[in-house]
């Protein structure tokens, strides 16, 4: 399938912090010929100063979050499009599919250590990597009914990718 075709997916690039969200989540979509949207864009600036400053979000916190991306997916349905979310919880992702029951999520997927060692290479970035543990609590995986896949983030940013694309229902 190409990006001409009609009913592309759009996918969702779900995991913890520093799992590769962002970084598999460019390749896929560049993979894939269709846009790229990164999660950490649509936080309302209050999410950005309370993660920065050592706090995980709650469930309120994330929903106006979820909304924007998840008005992002509804924009692209059909078109196809690529996104980056933690999606840690089963509920949150219920709340995407709402719109786009075709959703289809790639988790990426690894040990705290192998996270906790990019995390800690990682510049410039607002997410401390205190906050990993809370990340992983909250991680709900996905359920036998949830259109998905999980990837592992053992290898190079490319491999996984193409490991992710492999995976995808075209
Ligand atoms: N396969 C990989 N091998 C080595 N380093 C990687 C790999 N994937 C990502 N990284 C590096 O690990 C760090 C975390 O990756 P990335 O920012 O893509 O994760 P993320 O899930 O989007 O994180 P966040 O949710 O906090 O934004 C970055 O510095 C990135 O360059
Ligand atoms: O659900 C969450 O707790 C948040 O989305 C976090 O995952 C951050 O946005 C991201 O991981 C940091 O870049």
Known sequence: ????????????????????KSTVGLLLAQ????????????????????????????????APW???????????????????????RRRYRD??????????????????????SRLAARMEHFMPPGLLRSQFDALEPLEADENGTVVSIEGGPQAIAERAYEALPL
């Open 95 to 116: 709340r995407l599919r709402a719109d786009a029951p075709d959703l289809f999520f790639v988790h990426l997927d690894g040990p705290l250590e192998l996270i906790s």
């Open 66 to 88: 979820l909304d924007a991306i998840g008005a992002w997916i509804k924009a692209r349905d059909g078109r196809g499009g690529v996104v980056s979310c933690s999606a840690l």
């Open 31 to 62: 993979r894939l010929g269709v846009p790229y949207a990164e999660a950490d864009d649509f936080h309302p600036a209050e999410n950005i100063a309370k993660m920065s400053a050592g706090h995980p979000l709650d469930d309120a916190d994330r």
């Open 1 to 20: 399938m190409t990006a001409a075709d009609p009913q592309l997916p759009v996918v969702v690039v779900m995991g913890v912090s520093g799992s590769g």
